[in-house]
């Protein structure tokens, strides 16, 4: 029964509605700038094995801030990145496609046009138009510029020119140059009297290399990493100039974690619903902790970078507790693949792994078709909507596209982006169905509990990083439910699975299945 006196407060309070619609005032104001949307962060690693976080219960290395974030939300035991490298990784959480359509997505020299097309549908577009203000702090490796960059003027098209207002960036990886911090398209702090060249293809004359000065070296190189050298540092590629803009290694996870406070706490006072694409540098080489992390998790200076990365997560969520975010933002939580142990740098990560096992119960690692590769950390937390807990469901980062276009109030999708925003937020069990994994250019389907990899030819292991390739002469399938570790090949046992799962694959990969449906924005 409702009282009397509530039904007049309704009537009251429609007609206190009706006049103010009668005045004038624009009520669908409040669907445009869709004030309840949440904000989104994402926070994401760079070579974070799914055995590195002590939540994911398989190495001894102990992360208490990933695990609150794991512990808090939903930790995803079968969550992808899409690639077992980087970039394809990073342009396929951006842009929702798989990074296999694109020939050119691949791991980038630090010289590499833009990879992304500034027409093609990207996340932050997507959300900008559902009234978000996005940003990018941290690592991008998705290419500048269309050619030959001059790093001394505006480099553009690059972050801003496919959805972000703000960047602040490093150009590709920490061990390739430029070493720069790059701002809204900027070089920070550079004078115009030193200026910036860079070339992958040669040195510029007299400038030190790790072949002609090694005694210059800090840190040696153990494959790759001969060129120019910064902060003792040697690096991939050539540079010169710059002296002052060159970052300071050590000060870097320190340098982005400023950045990302003080963006957070400039939204925080907007009121506007941000995008933040948090993407931290650890652990990939040069493994450089700052000297308050060094010899801090005893097993080098992996170990001590990831206990760098954790405390950096635990300080970031205090600050967004702090502004009162925390119930109103979406943190997603992963790595852009797995993880390595000698990258290319002689740093004690093989002799000190100890009982820590970086891909805990998965074969291969980065660069590998095996589930290593691309099975990662991956959690979705939101203090007060989402309900902790495990969720088995086939879930990838091409997929946050779709999701979170739907979480902002956007139909827009990508083709193979699935909306899977019921499951991200535990309100579904139910994954994607398949999913093409990618591994430096070479692909394998997962179906269901199954992988099937193709026969491909090249060496087994990687000699340099050891690293189980994936690479074999006949085909492999495995049932990951019952075989998580891929040590029973079933593809001769179980030639019906095999052939289900080759007709599938080729559906997918062939020009004319499951088309990408291309979108263009308005
Ligand atoms: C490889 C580098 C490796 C790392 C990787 C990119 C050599 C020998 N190896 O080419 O050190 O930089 O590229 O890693 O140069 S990723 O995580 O950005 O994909
Ligand atoms: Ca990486």
């Given at each position: 029964m409702i009282k009397r006196s509530s039904v007049n407060q309704i009537i009251s309070f429609l007609s206190f509605l009706f006049f103010f619609q009668s005045c004038g005032l624009k009520t669908n104001e409040v669907e445009e700038s869709n004030p309840s949307s949440p904000n989104i962060i994402f926070i994401y690693l760079d070579d974070l094995g799914y055995g590195d976080v002590s939540a994911y219960g398989a190495g001894t290395l102990q992360t208490p801030n990933m695990d609150m974030l794991a512990n808090g939300g939903i930790r995803f035991t079968n969550g992808y990145a899409s690639s077992a490298t980087c970039t394809p990784s990073r342009y396929a959480i951006l842009t929702g496609t798989y990074p296999w359509r694109n020939k050119n997505a691949k791991i980038l020299p630090g010289t590499a046009p833009l990879l992304i097309d500034t027409a093609?549908?990207?996340?932050?577009?997507?959300?900008?138009?559902?009234?978000?203000?996005?940003?990018?702090?941290?690592?991008?490796?998705?290419?500048?510029?269309?050619?030959?960059?001059?790093?001394?003027?505006?480099?553009?098209?690059?972050?801003n020119q496919v959805g972000f207002d703000y960047s602040h960036i490093l150009a590709a990886t920490q061990d390739r140059v430029p070493t720069v911090y790059i701002e809204n398209g900027r070089v920070v702090n550079l004078d115009p009297n030193d200026p910036i060249q860079v070339n992958y293809d040669q040195n510029f004359e007299g400038e030190p290399t790790a072949i002609t000065?090694?005694?210059?070296?800090?840190?040696?190189?153990?494959?790759?990493?001969?060129?120019?050298?910064?902060?003792?540092?040697?690096?991939?590629?050539?540079?010169?100039?710059?002296?002052?803009?060159?970052?300071?290694?050590?000060?870097?996870?320190?340098?982005f974690l400023d950045e990302a406070k003080n963006y957070v706490g400039e939204r925080a006072?907007?009121?506007?619903?941000?995008?933040?694409?948090?993407?931290?540098?650890?652990?990939?080489?040069?493994?450089?902790?700052?000297?308050?992390?060094?010899?801090?998790?005893?097993?080098?200076?992996?170990?001590?970078?990831?206990?760098?990365?954790?405390?950096?997560?635990?300080?970031?969520?205090?600050?967004?507790?702090?502004?009162?975010?925390?119930?109103?933002?979406?943190?997603?939580?992963?790595?852009?693949?797995?993880?390595?142990?000698?990258?290319?740098?002689?740093?004690?990560?093989?002799?000190?792994?100890?009982?820590?096992?970086?891909?805990?119960?998965?074969?291969?690692?980065?660069?590998?078709?095996?589930?290593?590769?691309?099975?990662?950390?991956?959690?979705?937390?939101?203090?007060?909507?989402?309900?902790?807990?495990?969720?088995?469901?086939?879930?990838?980062?091409?997929?946050?596209?779709?999701?979170?276009?739907?979480?902002?109030?956007?139909?827009?999708?990508?083709?193979?982006?699935?909306?899977?925003?019921?499951?991200?937020?535990?309100?579904?069990?139910?994954?994607?169905?398949?999913?093409?994994?990618e591994a430096t250019t070479r692909t394998a389907l997962r179906a269901g509990d199954w992988i099937m990899i193709p026969p491909y030819p090249g060496p087994e292991v990687e000699k340099n990083v050891v690293i189980e390739l994936g690479n074999s002469t006949d085909y492999q399938l495995y049932n990951l439910k019952e075989d998580i570790g891929q040590q029973n090949n079933l593809a001769q046992s179980n030639p019906e699975k095999l052939q289900e799962m080759i007709s599938l694959f080729e559906n997918i990969r062939s020009p004319n299945g499951q088309q990408i449906q291309q979108l263009e924005l308005k």
């Open positions: 093609q549908v990207t996340l932050p577009k997507i959300l900008k138009e559902q009234g978000y203000h996005t940003a990018m702090i941290g690592k991008w490796h998705l290419g500048l510029g269309t050619g030959e960059v001059d790093w001394n003027q505006e480099i553009s098209p690059g972050p000065n090694p005694e210059m070296l800090s840190m040696k190189w153990h494959h790759g990493h001969n060129n120019s050298i910064v902060n003792g540092i040697p690096r991939i590629g050539f540079m010169k100039g710059g002296e002052q803009a060159k970052w300071s290694d050590v000060d870097m996870a320190d340098h006072e907007s009121g506007q619903p941000f995008f933040l694409f948090y993407a931290l540098q650890q652990p990939h080489v040069p493994r450089t902790p700052h000297p308050r992390f060094e010899g801090k998790s005893g097993m080098g200076p992996r170990g001590d970078v990831l206990s760098e990365a954790d405390w950096v997560i635990g300080e970031f969520i205090k600050t967004l507790e702090e502004k009162g975010l925390l119930e109103n933002t979406l943190i997603v939580f992963s790595s852009d693949n797995g993880p390595v142990l000698n990258d290319g740098y002689y740093d004690d990560a093989v002799e000190k792994i100890g009982n820590h096992t970086p891909a805990g119960p998965l074969r291969g690692g980065k660069y590998s078709l095996f589930e290593a590769g691309t099975r990662v950390p991956f959690v979705t937390y939101w203090k007060g909507t989402i309900k902790p807990g495990v969720s088995d469901a086939l879930v990838t980062q091409i997929d946050l596209l779709s999701s979170l276009a739907a979480l902002a109030g956007s139909g827009k999708t990508v083709g193979d982006s699935e909306n899977l925003l019921d499951t991200f937020l535990g309100k579904s069990q139910e994954g994607r169905e398949s999913f093409v994994l």
